[in-house]
């Protein structure tokens, strides 16, 4: 047991850090590594800018979508380099945020349903980030229950027509193309009737609003579709398939190995190591230390459960179950952390200016920004469901709507 | 990376856990938690034959000599089997302590015994209510002869001698404490059975009257070795919760298949699923939380105080989680003495008090991190 490179990922880790310290943006380093959930915001440049000419710049030296192969964009590296990589670009990581779903995503998917041609057209410019991808899915009346989506795609001629809306689609407002999972025939059960697509964002009849989540912010957005024309050579895989197709999507989510989750703990930890109380320091009192101590373990046992994966990748074997409680954990955590940081306070733990709030306001940014990890990619509630159906082996919950026509779900009048 | 045992390391772990199920099946369990004996002697001397007592005591000490690594893969065997024998206390406890501070002479006098299952022994540490301190012992050693008295002593009434920690100071420091070996079969030594939560495991109250006593380190340094031995020991026991936390979600898990009510598997029923996934993310955190700890216990690393305060943390949540819930999952059934859960319960309970109880573990990791940090 040790947590040593062999020699060859010594040598890759080695190249990629020569490769990063001569190349990385620098001057943004130390504003990247302080960035915590809610808030990544570079002063004076445009973040997205930043994070674009980052990935072109890896792209063009072979360091980027490691994983994928070098036709499509790619290095044709091994899984164990990919996270040996993140591991080594560190914060500057945190820009590749906005291409976590066309990379994780989208890519994937084109990878394994798109014709070559297509692949070798569209694939390199993803993973050099010059185009961005986004991925409609859910919609107001399919969130967890994501076959249950109503967006029409009706055949006319070598074309689809597409009427629908989506939602809480990250990233729409700056996506260059998107994959679209739609309803091409209501008569079967859902499971059936529906096929992806994908599609540039550009086309005549996409309208993009974004929403204004309860943090503020606007990260997502809605996506309405009137009389959209998809070519059916952008049709991936079957007709009426598309929940297979849409299965390696999301089989393809993004591992969270060797990113790390966050889960609030180091700057809660440092907070109150500066704290002072009525009573003396923070981190001196009895009641905070067993909160502390408590989150300290979770926090290590995120850890040390994503080192036990990077082993499992390191042997060449699929890193096992164990990796899927990470989002589960973490989500809650930074939301009670939160919450305590604010305690901690009093009365002025509830001002949210950058001057007034304690730590910059990072604890109050946390605190908004949680309810949405909990529900984002998965609510914990289905994820606790995937832990005991796939990990535990726990039959599936009955469904009353799975052998039923699309069209005779009820639907309490909304649709 | 390779965060992992080693394929060997596995192979013990299997050994190990078709060993102890041959052995030591529920049904034996129940010979101790019914009161028709103290400890299973039988299993016991299986151990012995099986090289499992002194896996981690070197050859040269009639050990096994392999490493801290392979006794943490057979803590954990046996806490999933509940083992009700002497094995945390006399190879956590008493061998890490001689291990740790005995002379040559005394490893060659005791280790061999303890590999081969001729010695029980233990660590008599606390006096009555509370946590490790140095504050609470006032079992004072004099002259070579110890006066006082030690409860709980874990499987006190079955050892044959204990590491017993004196005062031999009033200068209020840890070094008035000094350590100590007696042989609990020699005179001035009376030794009382108690009853305890855990049936299978006990527990004895000790008064030492003039009894005699080798001292164990030099003198004045007691407290460091036992803080050193507790550390060990909070790993190797970390492995026997997550066993015994694993089992109980087993348990729970294979029930909840099982069990039809409302014309359904209670399986499928998500209170019921969201009840066992919260049981598996403890166990899994405190997994690798022990991994790590094991790491740490493995290299003699620097980290170990930290990683063994953390791995007891998670542990002993994890135990306590998946063993009050594996009841809760049963029901009915989970509350009577027929069923296992009740047993896993107790275990678990238990050993969440037996190296000091949550409170002190979470205090002691909050100041070794902050150790950490400034340094």
């Not at chain 1, 002025?348 to 949680?370: H, P, Y």
């Amino acid at each position: 047991m040790n947590f040593d490179d062999t020699p060859q990922e010594a040598a890759f880790r080695a190249e990629a850090k020569a490769w990063i310290a001569a190349n990385a943006p620098k001057q943004y380093e130390d504003e990247l590594s302080k960035a915590s959930l809610g808030r990544v915001q570079l002063k004076g440049a445009n973040i997205r800018e930043v994070a674009k000419a980052w990935q072109k710049k890896k792209a063009d030296a072979g360091w980027a979508c490691l994983h994928w192969p070098k036709d499509y964009g790619g290095r044709g590296s091994s899984p164990i380099e990919r996270v040996i990589w993140q591991q080594e670009e560190g914060a500057f990581g945190r820009l590749s945020a906005m291409f976590i779903i066309g990379h994780g995503m989208c890519g994937p998917t084109m990878m394994a349903f798109a014709g070559e041609e297509q692949k070798r057209s569209y694939l390199p410019p993803l993973a050099s980030g010059e185009k961005i991808w986004c991925q409609l899915f859910s919609e107001p009346a399919g969130g967890s229950d994501v076959a249950g989506l109503r967006t029409r795609a009706e055949k006319n001629g070598d074309e689809w027509i597409i009427n629908g809306q989506k939602i809480w689609t990250s990233g729409a407002h700056y996506s260059d193309y998107g994959i679209l999972l739609t309803r091409t025939d209501p008569n079967v059960p859902k499971h059936k009737g529906l096929t992806m697509f994908f599609l540039d964002m550009k086309s005549p009849g996409v309208e993009v609003r974004p929403i204004k989540q309860a943090s503020g912010a606007s990260d997502f957005n809605e996506v309405y579709f009137t009389d959209v024309r998809i070519p059916d050579a952008q049709r991936l895989g079957n007709v009426n398939d598309g929940w297979n197709v849409s299965l390696t999507t999301l089989m393809n989510e993004r591992m969270s190995i060797g990113a790390g989750v966050s889960t609030g703990f180091p700057e809660l930890f440092d907070f109150c190591n500066s704290l002072m109380l009525e009573d003396g320091p923070a981190i001196e009192n009895r009641a905070v230390r067993s909160k502390l101590a408590n989150w300290a373990v979770k926090a290590s046992g995120l850890k040390y459960t994503s080192m036990r994966a990077i082993s499992a990748l390191s042997k060449g074997d699929r890193p096992g179950p164990e990796n899927s409680i990470g989002k589960l954990v973490a989500g809650s955590m930074i939301q009670d952390v939160a919450m305590y940081a604010l305690d901690l306070q009093g009365a002025a733990g509830a001002l949210n200016g950058i001057e007034d709030a304690e730590a910059a306001g990072k604890f109050q940014a946390m605190l908004l920004r949680a309810p949405g990890t909990r529900v984002e990619g998965g609510t914990d509630e289905i994820m606790r469901n995937i832990i005991a159906e796939r990990v535990l082996g726990l039959p599936g919950d009955i469904r009353v709507d799975k052998d039923v026509p699309f069209n005779k779900i009820p639907t309490k009048g909304r649709n | 990376m390779n965060f992992d045992f080693s394929d060997e390391q596995k192979q013990m772990r299997d050994e190990a856990r078709k060993f102890l199920s041959e052995k030591c099946p529920p049904k034996a369990v129940r010979e101790v938690l019914d009161g028709k004996a103290a400890y299973d002697k039988a299993l016991w001397k299986g151990l012995a034959e099986m090289g499992f007592l002194g896996v981690a005591i070197p050859e040269q000490f009639g050990g096994a000599g392999a490493g801290h690594l392979e006794l943490c893969v057979i803590a954990e065997e046996m806490g999933r089997a509940l083992a009700p024998v002497p094995f945390s206390s006399t190879v956590y406890l008493a061998a890490e302590a001689i291990l740790i501070a005995g002379s040559d002479a005394q490893k060659q006098k005791w280790l061999p015994k303890i590999a081969s299952g001729e010695a029980i022994g233990t660590l008599a540490l606390f006096e009555g209510k509370g946590n490790p301190s140095p504050k609470a012992i006032k079992l004072a050693a004099n002259g070579g002869v110890l006066n006082g008295v030690k409860k709980p002593v874990p499987d006190g009434a079955i050892a044959d001698f204990a590491v017993v920690a004196a005062r031999t100071g009033s200068s209020g420091r840890e070094s008035d404490i000094s350590l100590f070996i007696v042989d609990l079969k020699s005179g001035g030594v009376d030794v009382k059975p108690l009853t305890n939560i855990d049936l299978t495991r006990g527990q004895a109250e000790i008064t030492f009257k003039d009894a005699k006593a080798e001292p164990l380190g030099a003198a004045g340094e007691g407290w460091g070795v036992i803080t050193q031995v507790l550390d060990r020991a909070a790993v190797l026991m970390a492995f026997e919760q997550v066993g015994g936390a694993d089992r109980a979600l087993e348990m729970g898990r294979d029930y909840a298949l099982d069990r039809i009510a409302f014309g359904r598997p209670i399986g499928s029923f998500q209170a019921v699923k969201h009840m066992l996934a919260d049981m598996y993310v403890s166990a899994t955190l405190a997994r690798s939380n022990c991994y790590y700890g094991a790491w740490a216990l493995s290299t003699n690393a620097g980290e170990l105080p930290e990683a063994a305060a953390a791995a007891r943390i998670s542990a002993t949540q994890a135990f306590q989680h998946c063993a009050k819930n594996n009841i809760q999952v049963h029901g009915g059934m989970g509350f009577t003495w027929e069923f296992d859960c009740h047993m896993y319960y107790r275990r678990a309970n238990a050993v969440a008090l037996g190296l000091g109880s949550l409170s002190y573990w979470e205090d002691a990791l909050i100041d070794r991190m902050r150790k950490k940090n400034a340094a």
